[in-house]
Each structure stands twice: as C-alpha cells, then as structure tokens.
C-alpha cells in the first residue's frame, strides 16, 4: 500500500469515474478546520483546497490551480492482497466506499468534552501509548471510557479569530480542542487499484512535509488504531469488544436511549454519576412522591363542569430543558423505595414515554433510574419483574481504587485521600445506629470539615465513629515518622496493584520536604494517575494546611 497525490490527469484530463459522481471538491475534516491558515478565502461551506502531485492544486470550487494554503486529501495506491484489509463495503450509486484504518479527524462529540477537558487537567486521563503527527507535531492519544482522543491546538492564522465545526460548534484561535480517532470511509476504485478519502483529511504542513509524511508515517498512523479491528475481520467478524467503567456504560445506554437502572449502596455516588452525564438533570425523588404529583392533578371546573386534568409540575419543567435540543436525563431517584402503586405509574411512563396516557416526553429526555437494595434498606421494595425487565442493569460499587480519581477532581481533603490510600477497608464501616459510620459520601464530609476546620481531627468522630476516627489519628502519627524512600526496580512498581501505588505516592509525600527530587522522581515513574494525586495533595499541604489533633 503506497500513499499518493492525486493527480490533474486523474480529476481533469481522464477523470477516475466516481469523480463524476462525488465531484473533485473536498469537505475539509475538524482536524483540518482548526489546524489550516485562514485567510477568509481558504473555506467556502468548509470545502477547503487541497494538494495534487506536481505543483498543482484543486481549489474549494474543483479548479486546479496554485495555492500556498492547502489540505491534504489523501489517496491509496493497493498493492496486492491489500483488498483484505478493506471492511464495511457500500454502494452508493456507482461508487463504492469501503472503511479502512483511523485518524483523529472529527470533534469530540459534545457531552464528553467537559469530561475530557477534566480528566486532562487533573492528570487522570490515560494515554494509550500511541500518537499522531498532526500539523507536524506528535500528539499523544488518551483513552476517555471507549474512546480514543487527540488534544489539538486551534492554529492562531485565522483571519475571523475562530471557526465553526463539523457540529455546529465553535472553536477560537489557540485554543486546544479534542479530536475523536474514528474509522475512515474511503471511495474504492476497484480497476485503478485506488482509494480515496471522501474529505480533506489533514492540515498545515507544506508540500515537502506533507510528502515526506505521506511516505513515511502516514500509513503506520492511519493503522495502528484498527489493528484490532482488522484481525476480526481477517477472522471473519465485525465485532469489538472494549472495555468500559460504570460511567461509560450509562452514558453509552444514554445515548441508544435505553432506560438505566443504577444498583448501589447509599453513598455510592449514583446521582453523582447522572450529574457527571448532565448536570441539568431533572431529579425527581420518589420517596416523596405519590401516584398524583407523578401523574398530574385531575381538577373540576365548575363552569364547565368538566374534569380537567392538570400536567405534573416536574413535566412542565422537563420539557423547559428539553427546548435546546441537547440530550436530558430524567432521573427517578430510590425507585426501589417507592410504592407499588407509584412503581406502576412508572413503569408506564417508562414503557409508553407518555405520562399520564396524555402527554408524551421530549423526544431528547432519556430516563434512567436508581435504588438500594432490599438488604439495605428495610423499606425497599423489589422491583416487579415487568419493571425491572424495561431496564438496563448497572451495579456500581465503589473502592478506593475508583473513588480516588474522583476525589481528586473533587479537591476532597489531601488527609482522607492518604489515610484511605492506606486503608482500604475504612471507606466503608457497617451502620450500627448507635453512632457515626463511614462511606464514600460520609468521607466527603470529613473532608468538609476539616477543610473549614483547619483540620481539626476531633471533628472526625461525631461523622465516621470513634473507631474509624481513633485509627485515622494513629495513622498520621504513625506516618511522621516515615521519610526514607525505598529503591524500586521497574519490574517491583509493574507488579503493585493500584493501592500499593498510592501507598508509595503517599511515602513520596513525606519525603517530598527532605528529597524533592528523590520523590517527585518516585512518583513519576508510578504514573500520570499517581503524580497527579500526589500534587494535587501536596499543593494543599504546601498552602498551608497543619494538624490540630485536639
């Protein structure tokens, strides 16, 4: 397989055939839009000129001619047996397109970009190990749940200051974007041997650049993503399987609108998930509710004499956010501790998405749902099978592991993120109704408080008990004394579990006054996840923060 430019003789003199069909003009990619020198004549409806071999080029109209400012439109030259690795094949007319390999050509879509703006600046998000050249610098490739993304700057040559995207969106001029990798469609000239991009695919290198890339990188580049994929479809299938945590999960049956049950223990942080999604979410706890206020109000007009009926207040307000067209969760909290009677005018709205059998839901209002389980709380009541069957099943549980990422992002207090590091089985303690008890939600109110405190360690017991309190003390004071760093091959830190890492990102803290050096270089080699911990922590002691141990 041999990257080429297309040349004049193939668009003009002896066009290929499916340029009469497709026409030669090309739809610049997101990728091109923010990294292509605008001069307010470049982008015409986002087509965009693009490069041919010799010294030609086809302008935004299909004419050829010599511009300085230019895309790349790539095309493939197949060598035999190359045909394999071609999947997805459709006829469109005359032409046939076919899916081969990946590029970071198209904007994140728009609910995941806060996500991954997030997780970029905290250090938790994880890179894949892999990069693009793009615009002639290497950029790394992070992983988001399924997804694999770019961090790109907007070019600042852009006479207007910004541009709008693919979505609708706009981007301004040195700012950083995130691009999704995602599988290429291409136009398939089975006689020439022949692929070509369906779009402009990338930006802002010269000719000689863009050549040299072309026949060195590119390909290697355009294929690494679909490895994967290409061995199933050697194998015959079509088919991935990817790995997802709880949160990619709902938002994944979010999106093919799929009612969502969240299972968890109180604390477990399930409306946090749904607020992570959409923070607009309309959040209606059902524990206080009934039939009528879920239903609407049947009322007497006595100069009619009819009976009207009266639309739910939280319907009216649903359908107020739906009006700007963006996806919005309707979240029935604690269903599960619910009447049966209350279950039943759920599960109708959930089954038919009217209420009421009057009005129907927004057409962008998804619904998911959440409760305890009946081991937990002693008025819940188990969902009837019709129910329970109209949903997706997630159960969230969470550990140190998975909580303390979030604890980051959520500035929780740097002593509860070290004293849980260290101790797993504190996160949660067994509810005695004599005193205070832990869970993760409870641990952020430690965290509260001792904020607000000056960390005042008496404060701690009233909140997770005296047991759970005592042993927090003991192991600060036990900690102060911890300073030498231990030496750790290569192999000792790829055989930790991830709680064993941040006990050494924990040493790494106290050793940080006496041996900086020695402990950020500790830290680092734990990884991007640790080394943003163990700043965001020492950030906060440094700032002042001190022990009161009353």
């Known amino acids: 397989m041999k990257s080429i430019f297309l040349s004049h003789r193939q668009l003009f ?14 739809q610049a990619s997101d990728l091109v839009l923010v990294t292509i020198p605008d001069d307010g004549f470049t982008l015409s ?54 899916e081969l390999g990946a590029f970071p050509y198209a904007i994140l879509e728009t609910s995941m970009r806060d996500m991954a703006e997030q997780q970029y600046r905290d250090g938790s998000l994880k890179k894949t190990g892999t990069s693009y050249s793009l615009a002639g610098e290497k950029r790394d490739v992070y992983r ?25 969106s706009v981007a301004n001029s040195a700012e950083e974007i995130f691009l999704e990798v995602r599988p290429i469609r291409w136009y398939y000239d089975e006689i020439n ?80 998930r749904v607020k992570e999604i959409d923070p607009q979410v309309l959040d209606i706890e059902l524990v206080n509710e009934t039939p009528e206020t879920i239903n609407g109000r049947a009322v007497y007009n006595e100069t009619t004499d009819q009976i009207i009926d009266i639309k739910p207040v939280w319907l009216v307000k649903l359908e107020r956010l739906c009006e700007d ?17 209350t279950q039943a005018v759920i599960f109708k709205i959930v089954l038919e998405r009217f209420v009421n059998n009057r ?44 909580w303390m990422p979030w604890a980051v992002r959520k ?11 260290n101790n797993d089985l504190y996160l949660r303690t067994a509810y005695t109704g004599s005193e205070g008890y832990a869970d993760p939600r409870r641990w952020e109110m430690v965290s509260r408080v001792l904020d607000s405190s000056d960390n005042d360690f008496a404060l701690i017991e009233p909140i997770v008990g005296r047991d759970t309190a005592d042993a927090f003390i003991r192991f600060f004071r036990a900690q102060e004394e911890m300073a030498d760093l231990v030496k750790y091959t290569d192999e000792d830190l790829a055989r930790m579990t991830v709680a064993r890492k941040y006990q050494v990102a924990q040493q790494c803290l106290y050793a940080a006054s006496a041996k900086p050096k020695e402990a950020e270089e500790l830290v680092e080699r734990l990884g991007a996840e640790y080394a943003a911990w163990f700043r965001y922590v020492l950030e906060r002691k440094n700032a002042g923060n001190t022990i009161n141990r009353k």
């Not at 694999?148 to 693919?166: D, F, W």
């Not at 619904?367 to 009946?374: L, S, T």
């Not at 740097?414 to 849980?420: A, D, G, I, R, T």
């Open 144 to 168: 988001l749940g399924a997804k694999q993304i770019v961090r790109v700057p907007v070019t600042e040559e852009i006479v207007s200051g910004y541009v709008q995207l693919s979505d609708g």
């Open 193 to 272: 041997k022949l692929l070509v991009c369906g779009r402009a695919l990338f930006a802002g290198l010269s000719r000689e650049e863009a050549s040299a890339y072309l026949a060195d990188a590119f390909i290697e580049e355009l294929l690494a993503e679909a490895d994967e994929g290409l061995t199933s479809a050697e194998a015959g299938t079509s088919y991935h399987i990817d790995e997802h945590d709880e949160l990619d999960m709902i938002r994944a049956f979010v999106r093919a609108d799929i009612p969502v049950f969240i299972h968890g223990l109180t604390g477990d942080g399930k409306s946090d």
């Open 45 to 98: 409806e986002n087509c965009v000129n693009y490069f041919l071999s010799g010294e030609d080029c086809v302008d935004r109209f299909g004419r050829d001619h010599k511009y300085s400012i230019c895309a790349v439109r790539p095309a493939l030259l197949l060598e035999p047996g190359d045909e394999k690795l071609l999947r997805h094949p459709r006829e469109i007319g005359d032409v046939v397109t076919v």
């Open 325 to 341: 067209g963006e996806l919005h969760i309707l979240f029935f909290d604690e269903l599960t501790n619910a009447t049966k009677q």
């Open 13 to 26: 003199e002896n066009a290929l055939p499916l340029f009469r069909t497709v026409g030669t003009m090309a």
């Open 359 to 402: 009005w129907p839901l927004p057409e962008n209002a998804r619904i998911v749902a959440a409760g305890n389980d009946r081991n937990e709380s002693s008025v819940a009541h188990d969902l009837a099978e019709p129910l329970f069957g109209r949903f997706a099943h997630i159960y969230i549980r969470t550990t140190v592991e998975n």
């Open 411 to 421: 500035r929780i207090n740097p002593y509860v993120m070290e004293f849980l590091a």
